[in-house]
């Protein structure tokens, strides 16, 4: 487009100058026979680079000029001479015109053409490096379950050793693939995500996580999907949550022998007393029984601190609350609640087990969220602060209170009505304790209100620092 129209000007000045030289030669030579059909040539020139009216414009204006040398004629015969010769310019003209634009649609639209396939092999060759460089397995899969393409990450995570993937059974590997296409077309539009059992070239199964959608109808229906291998994810996970469990137990059996201990020592007590007024001194099944009270004692035995105190680690509360918010955050705005939080991402550092902790305080949070069950306003506060050494994390919330918080850290505590065993706050606060802290609950005008106690991680482990009332 852009060379048509610096051509244009030098286009006209030829067709002016082909009208002068016919102009020139008719007055010079007075010819037998009439050049009239030479002056098509200037109007075929200017149809190429001017517009419909201008070619019409051209055509008159030749016609004319053609018959300033035309003698010998009536009125008549010049005016319809003259009408005859416009036409037929102006036809010739616009037929010109029709070519040339013909020429120049048919130009930008092979330029547009070349274009758009330019970007379709850009396009082409970055889906190709992607799908080739992705460390995900990427299938497409055939409507009758054959696989049609397949990446390098498919045959490394199916092991398929050279032999290739293409042409296989994708229910030799992936069964729920085959399972999808083989629902009614009618269920069109298909696009989800699944964790599933797949199975490798040599019948090995891994835990896979996959992407697919469905499109196409009849033989043209294809699957594609995205598989990632999360063996390493599920073993992570569930050695973590081994870890947890351990853990808990260990805190858990560390309580307990201490409540046991505590029991030992009154057992002891009431014994001493029993010997000073009673003549069961010497008593052979009297001494048996102060036996086993202090073997019962000795196995009881169990310091907790020193088992925990190993795992402990600076614990960032503000990135803590991050990852609760993501759990916690779905079943609060569900029961039609919000969460406040009000720590300061550059709070100080705290000591204590992150898993640990985060069990805490996500135990102190479905409590919460049972108690404003009822309420009006429901609302879950969190705010930390620090005293001397620890930091105090505040958690409370709009409900209804503990009617009776002498037994809330009771162990199977009676009144339980949460559907748990009751051992949630009972355990919960020996774990705070085996970081060195306290779960303690404050009684406040309105709702409930409970604080987790932990030591800052500037703090030396080994100072004993009591712990803030």
Request: net charge negative; charged share 25%.
């Amino acid at each position: 487009m852009r060379k048509l129209t610096a051509s244009k000007p030098r286009m006209l000045l030829l067709g002016i100058s082909i009208v002068a030289i016919l102009v020139l030669l008719e007055w010079r030579y007075d010819f037998d026979f009439s050049l009239g059909i030479l002056y098509v040539f200037p109007v075929m020139i200017a149809g190429s680079v001017l517009t419909r009216p201008q070619i019409v414009v051209a055509a008159v204006f030749c016609a004319y000029t053609r018959g300033l040398f035309t003698a010998d004629e009536t009125q008549l015969e010049h005016t319809l001479r003259f009408v005859m010769a416009t036409i037929a310019y102006t036809g010739c003209g616009l037929l010109i015109y029709q070519v040339t634009e013909s020429r120049r649609v048919m130009l930008a639209h092979y330029a547009r053409l070349r274009f758009e396939q330019s970007l379709r092999r850009n396009a082409q060759e970055q889906l190709r490096q992607l799908a080739e460089s992705s460390p995900a397995a990427i299938l497409t899969v055939g409507a009758l379950g054959e696989i049609l393409a397949a990446n390098a990450a498919a045959e490394e995570i199916f092991a398929a050793n050279g032999s290739g993937l293409t042409g296989r059974q994708v229910r030799d590997l992936v069964p729920m693939f085959d399972d999808a296409l083989r629902l009614p077309e009618e269920i069109s539009g298909i696009r989800t995500q699944a964790h599933t059992w797949a199975r490798r070239a040599d019948n090995s199964h891994f835990p896979a996580a996959t992407w697919f959608s469905i499109y196409g109808k009849g033989e043209g229906r294809r699957l594609a999907a995205i598989v990632v291998d999360i063996s390493d994810e599920v073993r992570e996970r569930e050695q973590a949550h081994y870890e947890d469990l351990v853990h808990q137990n260990r805190v858990f059996a560390g309580a307990v022998s201490h409540e046991i201990r505590n029991l030992c020592a009154a057992i002891a007590v009431v014994q001493q007393n029993l010997e000073k007024h009673t003549s069961l001194a010497g008593d052979d099944d009297f001494e048996a029984m102060r036996k086993l009270v202090s073997g019962l004692g000795h196995i009881s035995t169990f310091d907790l601190r020193n088992q925990s105190r190993a795992q402990l680690a600076p614990v960032d509360l503000a990135d803590l609350a991050d990852e609760l918010r993501v759990i916690i955050g779905q079943d609060w705005r569900e029961a039609g609640g919000e969460v406040v939080w009000r720590i300061d991402p550059f709070f100080p550092l705290v000591q204590a087990d992150r898993h640990g902790l985060l069990q805490i305080m996500l135990n102190l949070s479905q409590n919460a969220l049972r108690a404003v069950e009822h309420s009006d306003r429901r609302q879950l506060i969190v705010e930390p602060r620090v005293e001397d050494a620890f930091a105090v994390v505040r958690i409370s919330d709009t409900g209804h209170g503990v009617r009776n918080p002498s037994i809330l850290f009771q162990a199977f505590r009676p009144g339980h009505d949460s559907g748990g065993s009751g051992l949630g706050l009972y355990v919960s606060r020996a774990m705070a304790k085996s970081f060195g802290g306290d779960l303690r609950y404050v009684l406040v005008e309105d709702g409930g209100c409970f604080e987790v106690v932990l030591r800052l991680a500037t703090a030396d482990v080994d100072d004993e620092v009591s712990v803030p009332s």
